[in-house]
Every structure is written in C-alpha cells, then in structure tokens.
C-alpha cells in the first residue's frame, strides 16, 4: 500500500472536521475566547461532556420520536418499539465521543499576541480573521483517524444491529436520527461549546452514510503518478464548497419542492441536502480509485431509491444532481481530467436515470 498517496486525502478528510457554523445556533456572532480556553481545559472540558450527557437521555429519545414521525408510514423499516433501543446505541457512540473529546490538550493563546490586543479577545468575531488563523485550527477533530479507529467498534455494532434488517432506509432512519440528535443538543449549548462540539457530531453523523476512509484506502492502492489520484486529490478538498453550491442551484430550480421533511432551503433540510451531496461526492471518488462503479451501483443507488421517494422528495431531484456536480467539477478541473472523469459521471447519470423507471 502506498500510505503515501492517501496523506493528501487523510489530510483533506481531517480538514472537514473544523466549527461548522451551518449547524451552530447563532445567537450571537462573538466569542469570548478567554471563555473559549477555559472550556477546553480538563475541568472546562468535563463540565462541557457531564453536560452533553445530560441532555443524551432526553434529545436522543425526541429525535427517536421526530424520525419515527417521518418514517412511521413505512411498513417495518425500524419497528415503533425499536427506536429506543436505537436511542441507545446512540447514545453509546456520543458517550464514547465524549471520553474522546474529554483527552484533548486545553487551547492557549499564540504567543505573538500582545498584551494590548489580549484586552480584545472577549469578544472575537466567529467571521473575523483571527478567528480563522488562530481558533478554527486548533480547535478541529484530533487526528481523525485516530478517532475513527476508537469508534468504528460502536458505529460497527449499530450497523449490525440496525442497518443490516435488509432495508437500506434503516441508514436513512439512522442518519436523520444522528442529525435530529445533535440538533437538538447542540441547541441547548452555549455558543462557546457549541463551537467545540461540532466537529466532533459532524464526524459521527457522516461515519454513517459517507464512505471517507474507504476514499483513503482506496487511495493507498494508487502510485504517487497515479492521474486519478491527482484529480481526486485536487477537487476532495472543495467537496463542502461544491455541496453548498449544488444546493443553492437546486434551490432556485425547485422552489416549491417540500418534502416530508421540509423545503429545500429550511435550515434541517438545508444541513442533510449538503451532508446528501456530499455523500454523492464520496462514492463517485471512491468509484474512480477503484475503477469500478459497484459502490454506487450497490450501495449509493439502492440507498436512494429507497430512502429519497419514502421521504417525498422528487426523483427528478435527485436525478438532477449529478449534472449540477458535473458543472461544478467542470469550473475546477482541467479539460483532459473531465475526459478522465467522463466515464464514471456519465454511468452515473445512467444508473440514475434507470432509476426512474423502476
């Protein structure tokens, strides 16, 4: 294996995991950063987990309730008594996300910071530059391998007891679960923690549905000259960028579309779509690196056109995004790596549209 070759994407994949104030409640757009430190000490850090622990009992159990809404009309796909076993397998992972959380280092301030501007950091702007310099790095996801090595046993252990029932809606069930749960406890945070949270939900949520590592390993199996690596490579970095994108065009083209969950443009919505695009993203790489559309053939397909209809959301939509995707890729790529790209969007576009008549 080439370890070598899949550090670019590790990397990239670890950059994902930073404060995602998509899913923050912004109440405020100022942090006191003096707060900040005193919170991701070993004492700031316990309150802030104690607290988090709190809430799982209750917020778990609610999103059990609020999915079990959405998805109750279809037939067996988690059984009305199933949920609360459910709540706490999830329950579990957050507690084991919690320990994780517990063992990192406290924050400390750069020491190019002088004393006059010390006098400023209790109201820090979440947009401002300093912010993004000196804030956002520090406080993203350990070494993200590191934690997906500590919670693949819990995450394994609740695809063998819920997602292998035979109906791939159980992850759809599941996922929306996870995001309703960290939803609603990051809700009743202070924005402080809030900030320090997010990653760390954000990892968990996509550990279910998007295949990140599986991009790494199947990286590993490439040369350092390997072209589909380098164009992998070059746009996995832009993935959150090409999601938001892709879902303000779809936005503008379906106004009025409302699913079971919502319109498109509703916050919640909004936060799964991009998380949805993202995982599209995910497969089709993971199919280039692999030379072979199989993943998405069976896996991302049949999850689709199971999930996306049962939930009210228009094939036409779905459909539709993977040539929005192909624009964007096209801003960003090369001519000679859309040509090498081709094949593998094009049989996408097919599969998908086979879906339709099924």
């Known amino acids: 294996m080439h370890n070598i070759t899949a550090n670019h994407l590790i990397n990239s994949w670890q950059a994902r995991y930073t404060p995602d104030f998509s899913t923050l409640t912004l109440k405020e757009d100022k942090i006191n950063f003096h707060e900040l430190m005193k919170l991701t000490s070993s004492k700031g850090r316990e309150k802030t987990a104690s607290e988090v622990q709190r809430l799982l009992d209750l917020k778990c159990e609610i999103a059990g309730i609020r999915s079990n809404i959405i998805f109750s009309y279809i037939p067996n796909i988690v059984k009305l008594t199933d949920y609360k076993h459910l709540s706490q397998y999830i329950q579990q992972i957050y507690h084991h996300l919690m320990e994780i959380y517990k ?30 310099q000196w804030v956002t790095p520090v406080v993203r996801l350990p070494t993200v391998q590191q934690v997906f090595r500590e919670l693949q046993p819990k995450i394994e252990q609740l695809r063998i007891e819920h ?27 202070q924005l402080s923690e809030q900030v320090l949270l997010s990653p760390y939900f954000k990892f968990v949520e996509e550990q279910v549905c998007i295949p990140w590592q599986r991009v790494c390993e199947a990286a590993a199996q490439h040369t350092p000259g390997s072209r589909k690596l380098a164009l992998v490579q070059q746009i996995l970095p832009a993935s959150g960028e090409i999601a938001v994108n892709v879902h303000r065009r779809a936005c503008q083209m ?67 995004i993977v040539p929005l995707l192909i624009d964007e890729f096209r801003v960003r ?6 040509l090498l790209l081709q094949p593998y969007t094009e049989a996408m576009q097919q599969l998908f549209g086979d879906a339709s008549h099924i």
């Open 254 to 320: 379906y106004p009025n579309h409302r699913s079971r969950r919502g319109k498109l443009n509703e916050q919640g919505v909004k936060a799964s779509s991009i998380r949805d695009i993202e995982m599209f993203q995910a497969y089709l790489w993971l199919c280039v690196l692999e030379d072979s559309m199989a993943a998405i053939e069976k896996e991302l397909l049949p999850l689709c056109v199971l999930v996306f209809p049962s939930i009210d959301v228009d094939w036409e939509l779905v459909e539709q």
């Open 333 to 338: 790529m090369k001519p000679e790596q859309m």
């Open 103 to 132: 063992q990192q280092p406290p924050l400390s301030l750069p020491a190019s910071i002088s004393n006059t501007e010390k006098v400023f950091l209790s109201a820090v702007n979440i947009s401002g530059d300093f912010f993004k």
């Open 163 to 189: 997602l292998s029932t035979g109906d791939r809606r159980a992850i759809g069930f599941v996922s929306t679960q996870f995001h309703f749960s960290t939803t609603f406890i990051l809700n009743q945070l």
